[in-house]
């Protein structure tokens, strides 16, 4: 009888423990149901985009919802908005001329703008018959026997709104081809170019030639320098080009990026001696039909290697081209600003770059290595002297944004965290600080658009509204002569505003991650004008899809208010324990939490489906976005700051939700995200289990400088005899390989040029070396950003953390079906 009474006790110990290690299938099919291909069939617009128009305040914009494309134009005086014409009977009268059918419901409209007399657009569509090229004749005369050269007709359309006329212009100029080589000053007489690592100009006439035939023998080019080399050119260079592709393109014309002055008659622009900078390679092991190599330039942080930075001046009037003595700092760095380009430009075909002041100087801000120095300069044209505006200085990197000139080049308006919060600030033309315009613990972010005549800022910011979540972004206004601020569009959501030039309306987007975008027009003083718009989220909401749920936490310090967001599955049941899986960035220039509505649901929501709650957090040191102290938390320890607040999060969301398995803890992130992944499974080994990390910068001593340097902080050291040194020390993810105790998958794209695959292969190695198990993806012939391999990584991805946080051990099929039945199987 007790042996009896044992075995049943036995039996119900293990029947418990087996019930509560219960294994749930990952769900393929849910997960599939929101592949980025079938998103692009459920949710269309999701803001309204205005283009505005040059002699009103009135604008047109396009909008898609699940009936089709809306064309519709506003007249904000009138408080108007009307569709642009009937797009059915357009769409008919389309078809006559074309001989196409086409309907109103499927209209899809090419280039449109308006004309000149803003009451006529001009549209293209392509047909279906073939003609030959416009060019054809040139072609054949060139070559005799030259093939007949066909293409699909594009139709030119224009259509008068007031008598709702359409007619086909058929003597419609051929667009100009878009040269990528040419800098074109602003009354189009001259083209400025490199060739051969030297500077180069044409004439109109003769750059028209280049667009018809880029070979013509006859075209005159006007060398202006003779001392160009290779690394040390005029012009840049192919970066993204294999050496087989440089040596085909090394007789080729390249862009060389200059502003000019608003009367053609001189440009300026930056050169870069690259010439001791170490080279990088990576393998294109897939190029047909030998594997090339690519080599570039590329600058590591701490290296001696630098690159030199000269600006350069040139005046067609006296022909001489001047490298101008502005050297400051060791290893310093140039930023050329150009004019803002005005709103209503956007829908112009061309727009000539000019620099950022008056036909007597432009400004230029030069910045030291380490970034703790910052100086706000222009060259005085007429006296031929740097004159410096504003110093600024840090103990920690400055972050440098354009200044904005007003009163005519009188005033300019200054951005700073010199009080360790980001804020505007008013300069006379001489330096003198006259006044802040903005004030207080919250974060001014970007100038909006400024209202000279009026002499009002408008500008964006966030954090200074009480109860709401301080990375939601608002517009707002104050007058330059001082005064209180005002805010233009309020509402607890993120909200996103496009302001026409003369500052009299704007179009405001605004949304939560839990709620559908509104578009809406309200005036400068931040009264609403008209509705515009709401999403069609209609077809996403009938496939299943639920909003995501914002939350806050405490940071590890038990003070600092952390923001976040949960994504759940779309079949969410509250008697489950549920994985955890954190998707990271680190930061600093960012975090990877959205604050709007996003259709991007790839790591995030489409992740959540497989059987999993995912989140995503912010950070200490993680955003720009808040006070200097928070973002520059991270400084001088770029590989552990944020991990204890990961941590943090799992801990107060695992006591506050039930459903929350804090024993099955995966972590995933890429580029800034690979590397704290694959850090998190070190640093916390009995915390974070399961780890997929992708395009990581686990060796921050061997990515590029600008960044590491930046955010991590180099030491800038002066020896007695006044040499200067740079001294950059990082601890690297490679250094605690022993400690991993959980499943991590790496992975790197071959080709990755800008997180180079030596990063992930040394963190095997050091795996390796440590004799430690992982997996190892690499995808043949990718960048950084995965490219057409990204769905392929999302589903091995969403093996991985089936398999070792559901314990779902059923291996998949060899064919990823999910993947491939989206595609259409031609042969």
Do not use: C
Not at 54 to 65: A, G, I, L, P, Q
Request: charged share 30%; no cysteine.
């Amino acid at each position: 009888m007790k042996k009896l009474l044992l075995f049943s006790t036995l039996f119900l110990i293990l029947s418990g423990a087996i019930a509560q290690e219960q294994v749930y299938q990952g769900n393929y099919e849910l997960a599939a149901r929101f592949s980025p291909e079938k998103m692009r069939k459920m949710v269309f617009s999701t803001a309204v985009s205005p283009h505005w128009l040059k002699k009103s305040d009135r604008f047109w914009y396009e909008y898609k919802t699940s009936d089709g494309n809306n064309w519709y134009i506003v007249d904000p005086v009138r408080k108007t908005k009307s569709s642009l014409f009937d797009k059915d009977k357009l769409a008919m009268e389309i078809t006559k001329i074309m001989k196409d059918p086409v309907d109103g419901q499927h209209l899809d409209l090419d280039d449109l703008k308006f004309l000149e007399d803003e009451n006529t657009i001009r549209f293209k569509i392509k047909g279906t018959e073939e003609v030959l090229k416009k060019d054809w004749a040139e072609i054949k005369e060139k070559n005799k026997n030259a093939k007949d050269s066909l293409e699909k007709k594009t139709f030119v359309f224009e259509y008068h709104i007031g008598n709702q006329q359409l007619v086909e212009i058929t003597d419609a100029e051929e667009d100009p081809k878009r040269l990528s080589w040419a800098s074109i000053s602003p009354d189009s007489s001259k083209v400025v170019f490199a060739k051969h690592h030297n500077l180069f100009w044409m004439d109109k006439e003769n750059f028209l030639k280049a667009v018809k035939d880029e070979k013509d023998s006859t075209i005159v080019e006007h060398q202006i320098s003779t001392d160009g080399e290779e690394d040390f050119g005029y012009g840049f260079s192919g970066r993204g080009e294999d050496n087989v592709e440089v040596e085909k393109n090394k007789d080729k014309r390249k862009r060389v990026g200059v502003l000019w002055n608003e009367a053609s008659t001189q440009f300026v622009f930056t050169r870069s001696d690259d010439r001791k900078v170490k080279d990088l390679w990576v393998l294109h092991n897939t190029r047909d039909p030998r594997p090339t190599l690519e080599t570039y330039k590329y600058a590591m942080p701490g290296e001696k290697e630098q690159s030199i930075v000269y600006l350069y001046h040139y005046s067609f009037d006296t022909e001489v081209l001047k490298n101008l003595p502005v050297g400051t700092f060791k290893d310093q760095t140039i930023s050329l600003w150009s004019t803002p380009a005005p709103a209503n430009a956007r829908d112009d075909d061309f727009r000539a770059a000019t620099w950022l002041g008056d036909e007597d100087e432009f400004y230029f801000g030069i910045t030291s290595r380490d970034l703790k120095k910052v100086d706000i300069a222009r060259w005085n044209l007429a006296t031929g002297e740097k004159e410096v505006v504003i110093e600024e200085r840090s103990n920690t990197y400055i972050d440098l944004s354009r200044p904005e000139l007003v009163n005519g080049g009188e005033e300019l308006i200054f951005w700073s965290e010199r009080d360790g919060w980001g804020h505007f600030y008013l300069y006379g033309k001489d330096g003198t600080l006259k006044r802040q315009l903005t004030s207080g613990a919250f974060h001014t972010d970007r100038v909006e658009r400024v209202d000279d005549k009026g002499r009002r800022l408008f500008f964006v910011a966030n954090g200074r509204e009480k109860g709401e979540d301080p990375y939601y972004e608002h517009l707002y206004s104050v007058s330059l002569d001082g005064g209180a601020i005002t805010l233009l569009n309020k509402g607890d959501f993120n909200h996103s505003s496009d302001m026409n030039d003369g500052g009299t309306y704007f179009v405001n987007t605004y949304s939560r991650v839990n709620t559908t975008p509104v578009s809406e027009l309200k005036d400068r003083n931040g009264s609403k004008v008209m509705d515009l718009e709401t999403a069609d989220l209609s077809q996403l909401f009938a496939a299943g899809y639920q909003f995501p749920e914002p939350f806050t936490f405490k940071a590890d310090d038990g003070i600092t208010d952390l923001y976040g967001v949960m994504y759940k599955p779309f079949d969410f049941d509250s008697t489950r324990k549920y994985p955890l899986i954190e998707y990271v960035y680190p930061g600093p220039q960012t975090e990877a939490v959205n604050k709007s509505f996003s259709a991007r649901l790839d790591r995030t929501d489409r992740l959540a489906q497989f059987g999993f709650v995912v989140i995503t957090l912010g950070n200490r040191g993680g955003h720009p976005g808040r006070s200097k102290w928070y973002h520059n938390y991270g400084y001088g320890d770029l590989r552990d700051y944020g991990l204890a607040d990961k941590k943090a999060a799992i801990e107060q969301l695992s006591d506050r939700h039930d459903f929350i398995d804090k024993s099955k803890v995966g972590i995933h992130g890429h580029s800034g995200g690979g590397f704290m992944s694959t850090a998190a499974m070190l640093v916390y080994p009995d915390i974070f289990k399961v780890a997929v990390s992708s395009a990581g910068n686990h060796e921050n001593n061997i990515y590029n400088r600008w960044w590491s340097e930046k955010h991590h902080g180099v030491k800038e050291q002066i020896s007695p005899k006044g040499d200067t040194t740079f001294v950059y020390q990082i601890e690297k993810n490679p250094d605690l390989a022993k400690n991993l105790k959980g499943h991590l998958m790496l992975s790197h794209g071959d080709v990755d040029n800008n997180v180079h695959p030596a990063n992930t292969i040394r963190m095997a190695n050091a795996l390796i070396k440590a004799g430690k198990r992982f997996d190892f993806v690499m995808l043949p012939g990718q960048r950084h950003g995965y490219g057409d391999m990204t769905e392929y990584f999302f589903w091995r991805m969403g093996d991985y953390f089936v398999q070792h946080l559901l314990g779902d051990n059923t291996p998949p099929p060899v064919d990823m079906l999910e993947f491939q039945r989206e595609k259409a199987q031609t042969k």
